[in-house]
């Protein structure tokens, strides 16, 4: 089985921003990330709009050609943008105002209850909806305790130690008994975060894994390689 891609378009809109005018236009890169070759696409709709504007999400969720994966935290603001515009699939992930990019997974012991609460109101919408998580056997068997359907990984600490050429055995051998118990308790597993080619060259191997979800590098690499070369890369290396 090919592992999907979903391509994060969020940094084409922290560009487009920088200088506050319509370019470039996130909708347009979606349409030609799609026809490139990817599966899907994700934004994430800050609670401060550093880059995705609600706007955006009008347009992408109107066009129902291109399978989009909404990130969200768990706002209630946010939830009812969400439930409004009813993306393909949303992604539940740890917000913090001040950090540069998401940090880790969503502190899933401390937020059960609520989070329990707004996955209810996705099933209930038929959205697939996963939450984004540190690789844990222990947060995986919350996730399967409060009914999703859907796991992302966070693989932010795998992919500093292969960018730095350390030792990371250990580090994907815990990824490969917690996307084993997934598995085992049915639910899709996804990685993101943090993911390059040599990350996903490493990650492919586990059979578990049905999708990466990748937008800094790809958007990285677009600038030197181009969107199209780029993402046919990518996807023949998860092939």
């Known amino acids: 089985m090919n592992i999907r891609l979903g391509v994060n378009i969020d940094h084409v809109a922290t560009l487009r921003n920088a200088r506050g005018e319509a370019h470039p236009d996130p909708y347009e890169v979606a349409k030609k990330v799609m026809k490139s070759g ?114 992302e990984f966070h693989m932010g600490k795998i992919s500093n130690l292969v960018k730095n050429n350390k030792k990371y055995s250990k580090e994907l051998k815990k990824i490969k008994l917690c996307c084993k118990y997934a598995r085992s308790l049915n639910l899709e597993v996804h990685a993101g975060h943090g993911i390059d080619y040599k990350t996903a060259k490493i990650l492919k191997s586990i059979k578990e894994i049905e999708e990466f979800n990748i937008g800094h590098f790809i958007i990285g690499e677009s600038i030197t390689l181009g969107i199209n070369k780029t993402i046919k890369k990518f996807k023949k290396i998860i092939k």
Do not use: M, W, Y
């Open 38 to 151: 990817a599966d899907s696409i994700t934004i994430h709709l800050r609670e401060d709009r550093r880059h995705i504007k609600d706007r955006d999400l009008k347009i992408l969720s109107k066009n129902r050609s291109i399978p989009l994966n909404l990130e969200i935290a768990s706002n209630n603001e946010i939830i009812n943008i969400a439930l409004k515009n009813k993306p393909n699939f949303i992604c539940i992930v740890p917000e913090k105002r001040n950090e540069v990019t998401t940090e880790g997974g969503l502190q899933l012991k401390k937020n059960k209850n609520k989070l329990k609460n707004i996955l209810e109101k996705f099933n209930k919408k038929k959205i697939r909806t996963s939450l984004f998580i540190n690789p844990s056997i222990a947060d995986v068997k919350i996730s399967k305790d409060i009914n999703t359907k859907c796991i």
